[in-house]
Each structure stands twice: as C-alpha cells, then as structure tokens.
T-cell receptor, first 113, second 111 residues
Framework: DGGITQSPKYLFRKEGQNVTLSCEQN?????MYWYRQDPGQGLRLIYY???????QKGDIAEGYSVSREKKESFPLTVTSAQKNPTAFYLC????????????FGEGSRLTVL | SQQGEEDPQALSIQEGENATMNCSYK?????LQWYRQNSGRGLVHLIL?????REKHSGRLRVTLDTSKKSSSLLITASRAADTASYFC???????????FGSGTQLTVLP
C-alpha cells in the first residue's frame, strides 16, 4: 500500500533523553514535513525538506533536529533541549513543493515522564 | 506567523442536519484547504479552493471562499455520526508554499 508510516505510535521518554521519531513514505513525494500538535490546537511546523540532503526550519524548530539522507525517510529527533516535548507529532508529504494537498501519517504521541 | 481561525471551536448537531464551519485568515492566499482529523489520527485532505474560485463541491461538502472578507466556510450536508471529527482550515499564503493551520472546529454529530 502507498502511504506514510510513522513509528512508534506511542513513545515515553524520561527528561534529558533524546528520542527519534521515524517517518517513511513510499509515495515518491519530494517534500516532507514535521508538525507538532498540542491538545485543542492546530498544527505548528517544525521542519520541512524539499529535496534530499536539504531541510529548512519551520516556526518551532528549537530543540528539534532532522535529516534527509533518502527521499523516503525524514526522521525527527526530539532533543533534551526541547523544553516541553509532550505532544502529538505528525509527518506529512507533498507531491512537489508547489501546491496541492498534504498527505499525513497517523502520528506519534510522545509523552515525557 | 499568520493563521486561519475556525469558528465555532465546537459544534454539536443531530444526524441529518447540516454543519457549517467558518475560517478567517489575515493575508492574501494562494489557496485554502480543509482537512479532517479523527481523534488520535492523522489529518485527511478534504478539499482545496484556489484564490480565484468562489465555491467548490465534493460529495456532501461545499466550500466557499470570499477573498474580500478573507474568509471561507465548509458546509457538510445531511451529516452522519461518522462525520464526528475535528475540521481544520489551512492557508497557503507565502512564497515558501507552507500551509498554516487553524486550531480547528470539533464537530460532534449525535445519532
């Protein structure tokens, strides 16, 4: 099936630990995005990538890092520098970096204990 | 950053009734999109309306866009319990072609 796979779906982290959220797509889409969603809120853009080996900061990049070594993969690392990391994280893709709809994964819920 | 704002924040209706949600935004846009999110799931694209369009239909969905008022509305006709979800508008307004999402309308359709 074509789609976007995020893993893990649920993740618990102790304070001070880095964690990496996986996002894999087989849609052959160029652009990939990471969004953060807090309860009752809209989505806020963390990082995006238009092409392999290139990525740009979004509105709330502090405390996060990404890589784009392969077209299919765009992992997000939540570092210990992120002060309030408990949230729902959504990965999305765009067919090309022009216009049109975003395709979303099912999300990863991170809880800091 | 600029953001669309949905109104109302929450809406509860009976099955069979129509549901109307509104979105207001602040700057000129390239297009406006509506998405649906079931609880704990990812978002699903519903419909896209371009800045030069005024109305669009897709099944039971009707979207209007008034660029002079910087607002859009999403109408779901003959609602069903399965329409219960959060609905978000997203605006594409910048040269960077990033979508900016509102905080959503929580729709509950009672059987």
């Amino acid at each position: 099936d074509g789609g976007i796979t995020q893993s893990p779906k649920y993740l618990f982290r102790k304070e001070g630990q880095n964690v990496t959220l996986s996002c894999e797509q087989n849609l052959n889409h160029d652009a990939m995005y990471w969004y953060r969603q807090d309860p009752g809120q809209g989505l806020r853009l963390i990082y995006y990538s238009q092409i392999v080996n290139d990525f740009q900061k979004g509105d709330i990049a502090e405390g996060y890092s990404v890589s784009r070594e392969k077209k299919e993969s765009f992992p997000l690392t939540v570092t210990s520098a992120q002060k309030n990391p408990t949230a729902f994280y959504l990965c999305a893709t765009h067919r090309n970096f022009n216009t049109g709809e975003l395709f979303f994964g099912e999300g990863s819920r991170l809880t800091v204990l | 950053s600029q953001q669309g704002e949905e109104d109302p924040q929450a809406l509860s209706i009976q099955e069979g009734e129509n549901a109307t949600m509104n979105c207001s935004y602040k700057t000129s846009i390239n297009n406006l999109q509506w998405y649906r999110q079931n609880s704990g799931r990812g978002l699903v694209h519903l419909i896209l309306i371009r800045s030069n369009e005024r109305e669009k239909h897709s099944g039971r969905l009707r979207v209007t866009l008034d660029t002079s008022k910087k607002s859009s509305s999403l109408l779901i006709t003959a609602s069903r319990a399965a329409d219960t979800a959060s609905y978000f508008c997203a605006t594409d307004y910048s040269s960077a072609r990033q979508l900016t999402f509102g905080s959503g309308t929580q729709l509950t359709v009672l059987p």
